[in-house]
Structures are given as structure tokens and as C-alpha cells.
């Protein structure tokens, strides 16, 4: 038994999905390392070889009439894996690819009925390529073990020397798919599979399935907890007043020196994980935008953004840079003259903190001060509160 051409078609059909997903792609969601579990199930095809079954029918006397094929079934699979990095996993699993066969009747009168079996254990390793936030297209090459048990049964004039030969033996496999993440944890992905399999009559040939799956990552992705902004200000010179020689009027002390202001405020207060998009009600921005409106503030204001290691540099430098033009857009919107406001992403540097954890969740919780947008180099005459 041989496959299918249409395995090509629908791994072409497959890659121009990702690519269409691919220019439309938005930011990328760092992923979470570490194991997961899932399940598939879908149709699963095989060419029947009929000419085979009729030159073997013609080698014993007999005319083949017709041949009814059953190429068609249900196939599942489970399996687990581990996430080695962003782009590569190792997954192993048991598959069963359903049953296959034919009826062939001939002349002299008879039937001669075959059936075939195929289930096994695989080892692949899966290369993802993330589209965009929660999009990704992956590939997998590995090994099957599949195990195929031929039942073979006749009538009349056929005649079947060897009723239930069977086949054990190591192929390879190839698939493409598309995965979503429904959530941190959980994913939908659908994909297209080839195992090569060996039957029990010595014959080689391909299985497709076309299947639809769920995820669960243990651990999933981790989003740290929405923390306060954090204020940093800076320390302001004490003005000790003139001692008099003789005495004379208290004089009135000066007005309070203006002094250079820098808000610290937290990525995950301002954005939804990983996101450029400002969300919910901003209290802080309109305090900060209300103080640069005030009769004391003056300069020009630089808006800095700031991100973990985790990720790309290239990733990481882009989304700085849209998260700081982000909240410089808002300022705008609250009546501050856009002339003065610089908009700037430092991706990775100038970190606060460095984290050496080895857990993923733990390690995305340490580094959370370091993820931030600073607005600075502005003098008021007041601090926010």
C-alpha cells in the first residue's frame, strides 16, 4: 500500500497559510521552556497498490474483475515533549493510523479480501517559527516504529497460503502544521503527518494523516503580576538660611529650587504581557502628564523603554522602542506639546536587577524591574504622590 500525492498539496497549502500569517504577524509572546502533553486525532489515507493485487491474482490463473478499496480511517495520536528553547522541542508519542484494505473479485469465481493494521511509537523533533504573538508554524523530522498486521481471508477459486503475516520495523516521518495559543497553557494546532510503513507481505509504502490536536504545557507562559510604579526621586539640596550679625527682620526664605524629575513606572502596569498597547485606566500617565502641564514644568521630556533578556536582542530593541512611543502618544492626547517629547527604546541594557534562576516562571518574576518605561530630564516644582 502507497499514499497519497495530496500529502504535497496540503503541505502547500499549509506553508502559504504561515506565510500570509507571517506578514500580517504582530508581537511575539516569550515562550515557555520546559514539558507538555497532548493528544491528536484526524483521517488518515493509503493508496491501495491494485495493480499489484492483480499481476499477483494473474500469477495464480485468476482474472481480476474489480477491486473495492478501503483507504480511509480515523487515526489518533498522544504524546508528549520537551521545549528545549523558542525554536526547537523533542516529542515522542503512540500513534494508531487506523485499518486499510480491499476486496478484489475474479473469475473463476472467488474473492480475495486483505487488511492492514498499523500503529507504533514515534521520536521527532519539532523546529517552530513563531508568526506572531500567539501564532506559530513548526515542522517535525523523526523516527516510527510502527507495528502492521495484514489479514488476509478468500473465497471460491483464490486461495490465500498465509492468513495473518504481520511487520515490525523502523521508518522515518514527516509532518508540517500551524499552532494557536488558546491560552498560557493550553494550544490548538492542526497538521499534516507522513509515516512510512512496511506491511507484512513485504511491500513499502507512506500513511498521511491529516489530524487536529490540543496542547498543555505544564508551567505554561508566566505573566508577572501587575506591580505599582515605582518612583525614584531625586535628592534635593537643603538651602540653610544666612545667620544675621545684628539684628533685623527675618528675611522670606527663597521659593524651592526646581529640581529634575524621573518617573520609574513598571512595563506590566502600563501593557498587557508583551503588548505595545497601553490598557485600562492610566492614573499614573495623567498624573505625570498633569505635572508637565503645570506652570513649574519646563524642558524637554525624554520617554525611555525598557525590556528583559529574554527573547531576541533584535525583538527586544523593537518592542522597547514601541512601548516607549506608546505612552509619548498618550502625554500627547493629555495636551503636552508633542515638540517636547523623545521617544526611545534601550531593549535589553541597563538592567536593574540580574537573575541566574533556572525556572522559568521564577526567572520571568525576578526580572519584572527591569521590563519598564522611564519618563525623565524634566524640572517641576512638585512630586506625584
Known sequence: MTT????????????????????????????????????????????IDDARITSGLSAGGLRTNSISDRDRDTGYKVFGGYQINRNFAIEGGYFDL?????TAN????????????????????VGSLPLSERFSA?????????????????????????????????????????QYALSDAWSVRGELERYRVKDGVGNRGHIDMASLGLVYRFGGRVQ?????????????????????????PTPTPPP???????????????????SATLQGNQQKLDEIASALRS??????????????????????????????????????????????????????TNPI????????AQLIKCLEPNRRVEVENFTAERRLP
Do not use: H
Not at 500569517?21 to 515562550?31: E, H, K, P, V, Y
Not at 529640581?259 to 498587557?272: D, G, H, Q, V, W
Not at 536587577?353 to 522559568?360: A, D, G, L, Y
Open 98 to 102: 487506523g485499518k486499510f484494505g480491499y
Open 295 to 348: 506652570s513649574g514644568a519646563q524642558g524637554n521630556i525624554v520617554i525611555t523603554g525598557y525590556t528583559d533578556r529574554l527573547g531576541s536582542d533584535a525583538y527586544n530593541q523593537k518592542l522597547s522602542e514601541r512601548r516607549a512611543a506608546a505612552v509619548k502618544t498618550y502625554l500627547s492626547s493629555k495636551g503636552i506639546e508633542a515638540n517636547r517629547l523623545t521617544a526611545q527604546g534601550k531593549g535589553e
Open 353 to 360: 536587577v540580574t537573575c541566574t534562576e533556572t525556572n522559568k
Open 106 to 125: 475474479t473469475t473463476p469465481a472467488g474473492t480475495l479480501s486483505g487488511d492492514m493494521r498499523v500503529k507504533g511509537l514515534n521520536l521527532d523533533l
Open 4 to 47: 497519497r500525492s495530496t500529502f504535497a498539496r496540503n503541505a502547500g497549502r499549509v506553508t502559504a497559510v504561515a506565510l500570509a500569517a507571517c506578514a500580517g504577524s504582530t508581537a511575539l509572546a516569550q515562550d515557555a521552556l520546559g514539558w507538555y502533553g497532548g493528544a491528536n486525532v484526524g483521517r488518515t489515507s493509503a493508496t
Open 256 to 274: 524651592a529650587p526646581s529640581r529634575i524629575e524621573r518617573y520609574t513606572l513598571s512595563a506590566t502596569e502600563l501593557f498587557a504581557f508583551d
Open 138 to 178: 513548526f515542522g517535525r523530522v523523526g523516527l516510527n516504529y510502527a507495528q502492521t498486521k495484514d489479514n488476509f481471508s478468500s473465497t471460491g477459486a483464490v486461495r490465500v497460503t498465509n492468513a495473518n503475516p504481520s511487520a515490525n520495523g523502523t521508518n522515518y516521518k514527516l509532518g508540517v502544521g500551524l
Open 224 to 248: 508577572a503580576p501587575v506591580a505599582q510604579a515605582v518612583y525614584v526621586p531625586v535628592p534635593v539640596a537643603q538651602v540653610t538660611p544666612p545667620v544675621a550679625v545684628m539684628p533685623q
